[in-house]
């Protein structure tokens, strides 16, 4: 457990002087993409490495004086993978009702006569979260 709370630790610091850096300097211009690209890149792959050490059962150990039930990587990899459905649906969905919601406006600004039609379009692009949803709670069971 002491990895992972250094491992997070560092994955703050890390984004933290990375900004401060980049505020620092002055950066600006194509020198603010690269700055951000490393921030972001430091980021997710600080949380990778954190991720792969709790599903390797690191996390698991149990105090002798206690007799509480162990949770097994099978158990987390279920939690992240209804974690992931969801939290992927949701962003899916977000980025169709803006497409599909935007040119629905047009399209009524247009002719307000196609208002039922232009609302069908974006209430499928909201349930591919509803989807996402029922996935993850099959997950969980």
């Known amino acids: 457990m002491n ?39 430091s980021f997710f792959g600080i949380l990778i490495v954190t991720t792969v050490v709790l599903l390797t059962g690191g996390t698991t150990a149990l105090a002798a004086e206690t007799t509480e039930k162990v949770v097994g990587n ?7 993978a209804a974690a992931l459905s969801t939290g992927l649906a949701a962003i899916g969905s977000g980025i169709a009702v803006a497409v ?17 039609k232009t609302v069908i379009f974006v209430g ?16 969980l069971g």
């Open 3 to 41: 990895l992972v709370t250094s491992l997070a630790l560092i994955l703050v610091i890390v984004t933290v002087l990375t900004g401060v850096y980049a505020i620092k300097k002055g950066i600006k211009g194509n020198k603010v993409r690269t700055f951000l690209g490393i921030n972001v890149l």
């Open 74 to 80: 099978s158990e987390g990899m279920r939690y992240i």
């Open 100 to 116: 599909s919601g935007s040119a629905a406006i047009g399209a009524i600004s247009e002719d307000p006569k196609l208002l039922g």
């Open 124 to 139: 499928l692009a909201e349930g591919i979260a509803i989807y996402g949803l029922i996935i993850s709670i099959l997950i």
